[in-house]
């Protein structure tokens, strides 16, 4: 069976995991209350076909019931424990020495099978509001330069969500490619964007400069503030650099990883 031994912990992820993963996710989601697909489609960030395929395995097995086009916890989930047990092995990565403080997103990124509620499950969603009208758009590019062996990273950008909003994220390819080696989140808490990219299995890192990611934003109005690279802890997060052997890269100055606009166009 197909499977992810993530280099730092040591914990396998294979395609019963995911399984299992998706099944806690849908069964938290309706345990307060029913919920339609589109709301469930919502909070789980599953594809259309892989929720309808695990609602109906869930219906098969008697742990969810659907009535009226809603869907509905029947008794406590069996798959919360594992669900539990699974987030207790990600968070005694964040102990260990030689990683430090902060990488928690790494660690998901390595590990998880989820897809944007990486985050969400973490942090308590904001309220939504009416945002004003977007008057324009520019792309700015998130790159590396000059690393070592670089097989894993995640980076935290800061913005004024007044001024402006994030539309699209594109994956840069240096390292990380494709769900689940390459994540975002916007979702967890103001004027923030987590970004992180991994390398997967017993290899080298990379070497050298490349691109990590583009992002375009779109802005309300004139003379917004620039998206910067946040400097020192946010959310309890860490912009860090890990190399292939899961020690971090040191940052040693403004120029290792950098933000800049680039010529407008959509990312």
């Avoid at 989140?185 to 970004?195: I, N, R, S």
């Amino acid at each position: 069976m197909p499977q992810i031994t993530c280099p730092n912990c040591g914990m396998t992820i294979n395609l019963e995991n995911r399984k299992r993963i998706d099944f806690n996710l849908i069964a938290d989601a309706a345990k307060k209350q029913p919920k339609t697909f589109t709301e469930l489609l919502h909070i789980t960030k599953l594809s259309r076909k892989t929720l309808s395929l695990r609602l109906k395995e869930l219906c098969e097995k008697g742990t969810l019931v659907k009535d009226a086009g809603m869907y509905r916890l029947n008794g406590p989930s069996e798959y919360e424990n594992n669900g539990k047990n699974l987030a207790k092995g990600f968070l005694r990565v964040s102990h260990d020495k030689r990683i430090g403080k902060g990488l928690m997103l790494i660690a998901f990124l390595l590990c998880s099978s989820a897809s944007g509620y990486v985050l969400a499950a973490f942090i308590a969603p904001k309220e939504t509001y009416q945002q004003p009208v977007i008057t324009g758009n520019f792309t700015i590019a998130l790159d590396v330069n000059n690393v070592k062996d670089l097989y894993a990273w995640q980076v935290i950008i800061t913005f004024n969500s007044s001024e402006l909003k994030v539309m699209k994220i594109t994956l840069g390819g240096f390292v990380g490619d494709d769900f689940p080696f390459f994540l975002n989140a916007t979702d967890v808490g103001g004027d923030t964007l987590f970004l992180g990219g991994s390398l997967c299995g017993d290899i080298s890192g990379k070497n050298g400069s490349g691109r990590l990611a583009t992002i375009l934003f779109g802005y309300f109005a004139d003379g917004y503030e620039e998206p910067r690279i946040a400097s020192g802890e946010k959310w309890c997060f860490n912009n860090v650099l890990l190399n292939s052997h899961g020690f971090i890269i040191p940052l040693e100055n403004s120029t290792t990883v950098t933000l800049a606009t680039i010529e407008n166009c959509e990312a």
